[in-house]
């Protein structure tokens, strides 16, 4: 099975997040405020999440790791350059 590597921290945008349309970011909108939630973390610009966090994500999008983060990039959600930093590698 494929092991989730990451060099820099999954910090999504929660102002772009807010702004997209509920029927496509609405899971990943629910699951960042359940986050929010269970850290009392409210009113932050941006939240960091675990790498395994974006992992369960894919699976609810029925994308690969990559296919979603190249998604939130288009969505403004994640920054330009994740691709290069977060890796999906089979070792
Ligand atoms: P938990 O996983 O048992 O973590 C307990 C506490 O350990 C967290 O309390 C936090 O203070 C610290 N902690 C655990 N992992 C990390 C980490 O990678 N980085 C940092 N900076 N701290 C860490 P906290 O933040 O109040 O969270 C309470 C519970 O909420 C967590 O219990 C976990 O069940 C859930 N949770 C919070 N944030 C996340 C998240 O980003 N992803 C997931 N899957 N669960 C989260
Ligand atoms: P950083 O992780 O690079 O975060 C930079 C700034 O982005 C933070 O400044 C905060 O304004 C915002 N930010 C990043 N992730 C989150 C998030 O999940 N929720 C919220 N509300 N804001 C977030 P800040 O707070 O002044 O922290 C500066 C640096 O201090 C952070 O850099 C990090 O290295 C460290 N730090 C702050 N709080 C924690 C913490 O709870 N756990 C850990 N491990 N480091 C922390
Ligand atoms: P961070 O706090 O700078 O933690 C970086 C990495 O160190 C985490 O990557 C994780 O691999 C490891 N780590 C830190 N604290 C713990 C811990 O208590 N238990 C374990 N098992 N590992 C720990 P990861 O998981 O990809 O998380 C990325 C970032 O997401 C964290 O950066 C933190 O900003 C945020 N985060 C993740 N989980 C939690 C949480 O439960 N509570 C809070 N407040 N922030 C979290």
């Known amino acids: 099975s494929s092991a989730v590597t ?5 910090v999504l945008n929660l102002e ?3 702004s997209l349309p509920a029927d496509e ?3 990943l909108a629910r699951y960042a405020s359940t986050i929010q939630a269970q850290r009392h973390d409210y009113n932050g610009k941006v939240l960091s ?6 992992k369960s994500l894919a699976i609810i999008y029925d994308m690969s790791p990559d296919e ?4 939130l990039i ?7 350059g994740m691709e290069s930093v977060v890796g999906f590698g089979g070792d």
């Open 49 to 54: 999440i675990r790498a395994e966090d974006l």
């Open 68 to 71: 979603l983060t190249s998604r």
């Open 16 to 18: 772009s997040l807010g």
């Open 6 to 10: 990451s060099t820099t921290k999954i």
């Open 74 to 80: 288009e969505w403004g959600v994640l920054s330009p």
């Open 25 to 27: 970011a609405g899971p």
